[in-house]
Every structure is written in C-alpha cells, then in structure tokens.
C-alpha cells in the first residue's frame, strides 16, 4: 500500500513539473489585471493635477510620496480607491481632498494601481 502511495505522488509531481501554471503572489490580483497607463490617462481627465504632482507637493501629496506610503497590494489599492471616490482628510494634514464621486470604482482602482506603481 505504501508503494503504491509513493508511485503517485512520484506521477503526480511528474506531470505537475510539466504544466506552465505560475503561481501569483498573494495581493495582486488586481494589479495584474489593469496597466497603469489607463489610470495615468483617467488622471488626465480629472481635476487631479490641481492638486497633485507625480514629484512635488502642492495641495495635496505627490504621487511619488503617496506610492511610497502606500505598499501595492489589494487592501491599499482598495483603500486609496474609496478615498479617491469619497475624499477626506487627516492623512496629509487638514486640508480636505474633494470627492469624485462621478468616478467608478474600477476607475478610481486603474488611478491607485498607477499612483502606486510609480514606486522607484
């Protein structure tokens, strides 16, 4: 019986060596799925650049020192997504960042994956 087991888990390794399956780490789901250049274009369609640059501050934060804050990984893409569409402050200091709330969720996610993914 204990041979037989062997046998198996010898085959089954065997064939598994042969598939072209590649593991994703776990967090990036969405970011596979999405190029940042389609948020970088949806930036360019709203106010963002009133208050935002990618390396210097002006209102708000850059994106530089946002991507830095910020690990890419689904909770922060989640996070920085729902501040987009609900706005806020308190995390960059008193001045309040306005909501987009025309925005779809997948939108303001396209926008935090390219924020996130200027990370040098």
Same mark, same amino acid.
């Given at each position: 019986?204990?041979?037989?087991?062997?046998?198996?888990?010898?085959?089954?390794?065997?064939?598994?060596?042969?598939?072209?399956?590649?593991?994703?780490?776990?967090?990036?789901?969405?970011?596979?799925?999405?190029?940042?250049?389609?948020?970088?274009?949806?930036?360019?369609?709203?106010?963002?650049?009133?208050?935002?640059?990618?390396?210097?501050?002006?209102?708000?934060? &850059?994106?530089?020192?946002?991507? @830095? /804050?910020?690990?890419?990984?689904?909770?922060? %893409?989640?996070? +920085? $997504?729902? !501040?987009?569409?609900?706005?806020?402050?308190?995390?960059?200091?008193?001045?309040?960042? &306005?909501?987009?709330?025309?925005? @779809? /969720?997948?939108?303001?996610?396209?926008?935090? %994956?390219?924020? +996130? $993914?200027? !990370?040098?």
């Amino acid at each position: 019986m204990k041979i037989k087991i062997l046998v198996a888990m010898i085959t089954l390794g065997a064939l598994c060596s042969f598939s072209n399956y590649e593991s994703i780490p776990t967090g990036y789901s969405v970011i596979k799925q999405t190029k940042p250049s389609e948020g970088e274009a949806l930036i360019k369609k709203e106010d963002c650049a009133t208050c935002h640059k990618i390396d210097k501050k002006v209102v708000g934060p &850059s994106y530089l020192d946002i991507a @830095k /804050k910020y690990p890419m990984n689904d909770k922060n %893409i989640k996070y +920085l $997504s729902d !501040k987009i569409i609900k706005g806020g402050s308190g995390v960059w200091g008193a001045i309040p960042m &306005s909501a987009h709330t025309g925005l @779809k /969720k997948d939108e303001a996610k396209k926008i935090a %994956i390219y924020i +996130l $993914s200027l !990370k040098k």
